[in-house]
């Protein structure tokens, strides 16, 4: 019989409602009963196209065994990361003190009625293997030490709870000085320089951080200038990349970017498109670059673009070969055996793959499979786009150009029933995020500014349109739309990263003259009066996660600050009100930046390399600068500038650059217009 969680609009929570655990939503009764009951709390937080949160639901989720147990012992609760990250947040913070790593599933055991954990973990095996106990000993092991070593239990419960509050306690600094600029440039640059062992994730906002460092004149400059051009090119070229259809996966699971794990998301798509658009526009136009991008933006048309106009979250890593299969198979949808190869192309194809693929008959991923890498940037020759096309009507049962749109297999059901005319594909999670909508606007919005993609520009404008159409309710915005159905109220990073998304459309429109910019500045300027009143700490500044309305049920209020796959809202937050203050002319959206900057002064002096987006915002704090011109700009990389096309400069002249409270003569040639400009942008050399 199924549990609770069978009718959530979650698709997370739905893989899990068949399940012989007696899940609960996060929900007040849930608590309410746990405290009444003095049971532990047995939370589990995950999202739909994690694929160990996947095995997790198929092996110990799946036994009675530890289902009684559990249901007996313990309220078990399971919350999907992507509707509540805040919650998320606090209990990694957490489970990262305990073991030193962190990571999805995020499986955490609380104290009934304070919440407060006292023992954690991330995926644990229906036996025992791996190094790690079986999860039903963990179970019995975690019981027994709650109702017998009560003096050990309240020790670890009132270390943690110390942590987790003195994590809150931020120290402004006074004067914000440019040697802070150059310490977190350099800092945050070595994470794109230094070659790790293991996995190789995108890490945009340390990308983003890296690119506006290499414009300054250091000893260092021609390295970072490097390393930005390298992330690109690992990027596009990679296996990270899919080369047939189009959209980046989630990371490699090596360090040399061939193998990754295959889910794509939203978040990771909508930066990179940014930062490769941003790239070519600060000088360095690789082909590649342009290739990844058009092929992004046909994927998430192609796949993940409702008809109301707004994008899809994810698309699973796994995939059913066969519609008999019991599970389905990690990256199956975008991998190739040798012999599939040769016979789907001619000898001539083959042989032009193989040399731009590098392709064996052993392969490079498990069982004799292939993951497209390409071993060299530049044009790919109309043969191997021939073959590529021929993979392509191999996996979606038509060739590309003739396939606009392609439906969401929403879950596993429809992937195994619906008559796909080519592979079964991964399940996709058709949610709509405020947040990581936003991300992707901006991406298109800038690649759109970069390449002069008025088609960019429309993608981006229609989710836009509809977040601003559907997404608030009395008078709040939400995070989360369920195919019509809002839920959620918005957390910072909504607020943050949607008042960029206005911000990046009001900028694009103006370059593509498109008669939009002055909705979109009206847009951001509301959000931003919202955002304020809501989510501001009046005391200290910055913004905290979420309203006090969902705070009263979380064991923290946090000013999140630490980046992750995604930038922390209060580095780009900061960076908005930066931008607004130059094209709104109003200073007091700088006074309010300039305290926020002050409010993380200490974090960014301390934990320089866990916070780039912080550095962004203290880049645009330091070099903020407005161009007025008639000349064309929209193709150039401008990091800490906002760009107004513009007639109305002074005769004769053919632009005006102000920076800070001041502007400089008129520029009268373009050439003197740059020079201007590159001034402006590095007047405090790092």
Same mark, same amino acid.
């Given at each position: 019989?199924?549990?609770?969680? *069978?009718? +959530?609009? %979650?698709?997370?929570?739905?893989?899990?409602?068949?399940?012989? @655990?007696?899940?609960?939503?996060?929900? $007040? /009764?849930?608590?309410?009963?746990?405290?009444?009951?003095?049971?532990?709390?047995?939370?589990?937080?995950?999202?739909?196209?994690?694929?160990?949160?996947?095995?997790?639901?198929?092996? *110990?989720? +799946?036994? %009675?065994?530890?289902?009684?147990?559990?249901?007996?012992?313990? @309220?078990?609760?399971?919350?999907?990361? $992507? /509707?509540?990250?805040?919650?998320?947040?606090?209990?990694?913070?957490?489970?990262?003190?305990?073991?030193?790593?962190?990571?999805?599933?995020?499986?955490?055991?609380?104290?009934?009625?304070?919440?407060?954990?006292?023992?954690?973990?991330?995926?644990?095996?229906?036996?025992?293997?791996?190094?790690?106990?079986?999860?039903?000993?963990?179970?019995?092991?975690?019981?027994?030490?709650?109702?017998?070593?009560?003096?050990?239990?309240?020790?670890?419960?009132?270390?943690?709870?110390?942590?987790?509050?003195?994590?809150?306690?931020?120290?402004?600094?006074?004067?914000?000085?440019?040697?802070?600029?150059?310490?977190?440039?350099?800092?945050?640059?070595?994470?794109?320089?230094?070659?790790?062992?293991?996995?190789?994730?995108?890490?945009?906002?340390?990308?983003?951080?890296?690119?506006?460092?290499?414009?300054?004149?250091?000893?260092?400059?021609?390295?970072?200038?490097?390393?930005?051009?390298?992330?690109?090119?690992?990027?596009?070229?990679?296996?990270?990349?899919?080369?047939?259809?189009?959209?980046?996966?989630?990371?490699?699971?090596?360090?040399?970017?061939?193998?990754?794990?295959?889910?794509?998301?939203?978040?990771?798509?909508?930066?990179?498109?940014?930062?490769?658009?941003?790239?070519?526009?600060?000088?360095?136009?690789?082909?590649?670059?342009?290739?990844?991008?058009?092929?992004t933006v046909a994927w998430l048309q192609r796949e993940m673009t409702a008809e109301a106009g707004y994008f899809y979250a994810a698309q699973d890593a796994d995939n059913f070969v066969t519609t008999a299969d019991i599970e389905p198979e990690e990256g199956r949808f975008y991998t190739w055996t040798d012999s599939e190869l040769t016979h789907l192309l001619t000898t001539e194809e083959y042989a032009a793959m193989a040399e731009i693929f590098n392709l064996s008959a052993q392969g490079n991923f498990e069982d004799g499979l292939t993951v497209l890498q390409r071993q060299q940037p530049g044009v790919i020759s109309e043969t191997v786009e021939e073959a590529l096309r021929k993979l392509f009507q191999v996996r979606y049962g038509e060739r590309p150009e003739s396939l606009t749109t392609f439906p969401p297999?929403?879950?596993?059901?429809?992937?195994?029933?619906?008559?796909?005319?080519?592979?079964?594909?991964?399940?996709?999670?058709?949610?709509?995020?405020?947040?990581?909508?936003?991300?992707?606007?901006?991406?298109?919005?800038?690649?759109?500014?970069?390449?002069?993609?008025?088609?960019?520009?429309?993608?981006?404008?229609?989710?836009?349109?509809?977040?601003?159409?559907?997404?608030?309710?009395?008078?709040?915005?939400?995070?989360?739309?369920?195919?019509?159905?809002?839920?959620?109220?918005?957390?910072?990073?909504?607020?943050?990263?949607?008042?960029?998304?206005?911000?990046?459309?009001?900028?694009?429109?103006?370059?593509?003259?498109v008669d939009q910019a002055s909705r979109w500045l009206e847009a951001a300027q509301t959000t931003q009066a919202e955002f304020d009143e809501h989510l501001w700490a009046v005391e200290g500044g910055g913004y905290f996660n979420t309203g006090s309305e969902m705070s009263e049920e979380l064991l923290i209020r946090e000013r999140s600050w630490l980046d992750n796959a995604t930038p922390a809202a209060n580095g780009v937050a900061i960076a908005n009100l930066i931008r607004l203050s130059l094209v709104c002319d109003r200073t007091e959206y700088l006074s309010q930046a300039e305290q926020a900057l002050q409010t993380f002064g200490q974090v960014m002096g301390s934990s320089t390399q866990a916070c780039p987006s912080l550095f962004v915002a203290l880049d645009w704090y330091f070099h903020h600068t407005s161009i007025r011109t008639s000349a064309d700009l929209a193709s150039t990389y401008l990091p800490t500038a906002v760009y107004s096309p513009s007639s109305e400069v002074p005769t004769g002249a053919i632009g005006l650059v102000c920076q800070g409270f001041r502007c400089l003569e008129p520029a009268m040639t373009m050439a003197e217009l740059h020079q201007q400009i590159s001034d402006s942008l590095t007047r405090h050399q790092v």
């Amino acid at each position: 019989m199924p549990n609770r969680l *069978a009718h +959530s609009a %979650s698709l997370y929570l739905r893989k899990h409602a068949d399940n012989p @655990i007696d899940w609960w939503p996060w929900c $007040e /009764e849930a608590l309410e009963r746990a405290a009444q009951e003095n049971k532990p709390i047995f939370l589990s937080v995950g999202y739909s196209s994690c694929h160990w949160c996947t095995v997790m639901e198929g092996e *110990a989720f +799946s036994n %009675s065994e530890i289902a009684k147990y559990m249901n007996a012992q313990y @309220i078990p609760i399971k919350v999907d990361r $992507e /509707e509540r990250p805040d919650i998320d947040s606090i209990y990694m913070q957490a489970v990262q003190a305990m073991t030193g790593q962190g990571g999805w599933p995020l499986n955490m055991f609380l104290s009934p009625g304070d919440l407060v954990p006292f023992y954690g973990g991330t995926y644990f095996p229906e036996e025992p293997r791996y190094g790690r106990p079986g999860f039903l000993q963990v179970l019995e092991a975690i019981r027994s030490f709650y109702d017998t070593e009560k003096e050990k239990l309240d020790t670890q419960k009132e270390k943690l709870s110390g942590h987790l509050q003195s994590s809150t306690v931020l120290n402004p600094i006074g004067d914000l000085q440019p040697e802070l600029l150059s310490k977190g440039i350099a800092k945050n640059t070595t994470v794109l320089i230094n070659k790790m062992p293991g996995p190789s994730f995108p890490m945009m906002p340390y990308a983003a951080i890296a690119l506006h460092g290499s414009r300054f004149s250091t000893p260092d400059q021609e390295k970072a200038q490097q390393a930005c051009r390298q992330r690109g090119l690992d990027l596009a070229l990679g296996g990270i990349y899919d080369h047939v259809a189009g959209g980046f996966h989630r990371y490699t699971v090596d360090p040399t970017w061939t193998v990754p794990h295959f889910e794509k998301m939203l978040y990771d798509n909508g930066q990179i498109v940014e930062y490769l658009a941003n790239l070519w526009s600060a000088g360095v136009k690789e082909p590649a670059f342009e290739r990844a991008i058009a092929g992004t933006v046909a994927w998430l048309q192609r796949e993940m673009t409702a008809e109301a106009g707004y994008f899809y979250a994810a698309q699973d890593a796994d995939n059913f070969v066969t519609t008999a299969d019991i599970e389905p198979e990690e990256g199956r949808f975008y991998t190739w055996t040798d012999s599939e190869l040769t016979h789907l192309l001619t000898t001539e194809e083959y042989a032009a793959m193989a040399e731009i693929f590098n392709l064996s008959a052993q392969g490079n991923f498990e069982d004799g499979l292939t993951v497209l890498q390409r071993q060299q940037p530049g044009v790919i020759s109309e043969t191997v786009e021939e073959a590529l096309r021929k993979l392509f009507q191999v996996r979606y049962g038509e060739r590309p150009e003739s396939l606009t749109t392609f439906p969401p297999a929403t879950n596993n059901q429809v992937a195994k029933t619906h008559p796909w005319p080519g592979r079964i594909p991964p399940v996709t999670d058709t949610k709509m995020i405020v947040a990581w909508n936003s991300l992707m606007i901006s991406g298109l919005a800038r690649a759109a500014a970069v390449f002069q993609q008025p088609d960019y520009l429309a993608l981006a404008t229609k989710a836009a349109r509809f977040i601003l159409d559907q997404q608030w309710s009395e008078g709040r915005l939400h995070r989360v739309n369920y195919d019509g159905e809002i839920a959620v109220i918005a957390q910072s990073e909504d607020y943050a990263l949607l008042i960029k998304a206005f911000l990046d459309l009001h900028q694009a429109s103006q370059s593509l003259a498109v008669d939009q910019a002055s909705r979109w500045l009206e847009a951001a300027q509301t959000t931003q009066a919202e955002f304020d009143e809501h989510l501001w700490a009046v005391e200290g500044g910055g913004y905290f996660n979420t309203g006090s309305e969902m705070s009263e049920e979380l064991l923290i209020r946090e000013r999140s600050w630490l980046d992750n796959a995604t930038p922390a809202a209060n580095g780009v937050a900061i960076a908005n009100l930066i931008r607004l203050s130059l094209v709104c002319d109003r200073t007091e959206y700088l006074s309010q930046a300039e305290q926020a900057l002050q409010t993380f002064g200490q974090v960014m002096g301390s934990s320089t390399q866990a916070c780039p987006s912080l550095f962004v915002a203290l880049d645009w704090y330091f070099h903020h600068t407005s161009i007025r011109t008639s000349a064309d700009l929209a193709s150039t990389y401008l990091p800490t500038a906002v760009y107004s096309p513009s007639s109305e400069v002074p005769t004769g002249a053919i632009g005006l650059v102000c920076q800070g409270f001041r502007c400089l003569e008129p520029a009268m040639t373009m050439a003197e217009l740059h020079q201007q400009i590159s001034d402006s942008l590095t007047r405090h050399q790092v």
